[in-house]
């Protein structure tokens, strides 16, 4: 009775899933943005291999150094290795998980065995910045930091796949000296997302306003989150 009742009352038929038009309303919210900094017209390369390739084919202005933070299974960074074979491919993770909440997915999220690579990749083990408080873990900590101390060199390629602000913030900070004008960043969740206002667009935004950069987006995935820039100053 009272399944014929909702029904009657238009429950299956008025009622609207509060998270799913989150994403709805996050994609409109994305082109709006692209309106208002007149990107209607940017690259669209519709998956993240696409824009990837796209970008390491045509888009690298700068020798440097290759880094990526957020490795988790190599897909990305093997792929990097495989475009630049002359290149070594630093990857960053810890493999922990995440060290916070992200949107629906819990701290630990992620979580993983060290994958397999090419030969040209590096892979680093470690927190990006202070080791969260429910790791348990020995790995080490800081290692943007530490990375950053050893190696001075500008970055040609920088490919963010952290998800959270502060993750985002701290490689952002670590390497400010060393994202300099042609660098090319890629950000795996910069928008389409219902909090990308939040957290690497936010990162970002700040970047550039704390350094004083100017930048140009230059591609994006439209079937997902990714986005490239270009830093001019």
């Known amino acids: ?27 409109q919210d994305t082109w709006r943005y692209m309106q208002s900094k007149d990107l209607e017209d ?4 519709v998956t993240d291999y696409d824009l990837y390739e796209w970008v ?3 888009q690298l202005n700068n020798s440097g150094l ?23 491919i630093h990857g960053f ?37 202070a080791r969260p408080a429910q790791d348990q873990s020995s790995i080490p900590e800081f290692t943007a930091q530490t990375f950053a101390n050893e190696h001075k ?10 998800d959270l602000y502060s993750s985002t913030k701290t490689v952002l900070d670590v390497f400010a000296k060393q994202i300099v004008p042609g660098t090319v960043i890629l950000f795996n969740e910069y928008w389409n997302h219902p909090t990308w206002l ?33 830093v001019t100053k």
Not at 12 to 19: F, R, S, Y
Request: proline share 4%.
């Open 56 to 58: 390491v084919s045509t």
């Open 93 to 129: 993770d810890s493999w922990q998980g995440l060290p916070e909440k992200f949107n629906d997915l819990p701290a630990g999220h992620f979580a993983q065995e060290l994958p397999e690579v090419l030969s040209n990749c590096k892979l680093i083990q470690g927190w990006f910045g």
């Open 1 to 27: 009775e009272n399944s014929e009742l909702l029904k009657g009352l238009g429950y299956n038929t008025d009622v609207m899933n509060i998270k799913r038009m989150s994403k709805d309303l996050a994609t």
């Open 153 to 162: 060199e500008p970055i040609a390629l920088l490919h963010l796949d952290a």
């Open 42 to 45: 940017l690259k669209d390369c």
């Open 198 to 230: 939040k957290h690497e667009y936010k990162a970002w935004q700040e970047h550039v306003k704390t350094f004083g950069r100017d930048y140009e987006y230059i591609g994006y995935a439209s079937d997902h989150q990714e986005v490239a820039i270009r």
């Open 66 to 88: 290759v880094l990526e933070f957020g490795t988790a299974t190599g897909r990305t960074l093997n792929q990097f290795a495989h475009w630049l074979p002359h290149n070594t």
